[in-house]
């Protein structure tokens, strides 16, 4: 069982990871906007921040297809979340 302090820090070393591989795919770096859309997949642990902070910069800043691709979809699902991403702009 997880204390609060050891969920913490867990959670702290997995966003500084995050925002480390998302600093690099600033950069064009093709590993990390991989890596990057495959955080935004729903079986992965920090979807949902993923889903809001991540795939809308790789779809409207990269234009990553896949990324666009995935908004789509979950926009299809969320009419919130289409608005929140600007889906519109993306068509």
Known sequence: MWDRNDLI???????????FVFTCAKTGNQDAIECLIQ???????YTAFALFYILPYLAHTLHISEA????????KRSPSYAK???????L
């Open 68 to 75: 666009i691709e995935m908004i789509k979809e979950v926009g």
């Open 84 to 90: 929140f991403a600007r889906i519109d702009d993306l």
């Open 39 to 45: 955080s935004c997949k729903f079986d992965k642990e």
């Open 9 to 19: 820090q867990h959670r702290s070393g997995n966003f500084k990871k995050l925002f």
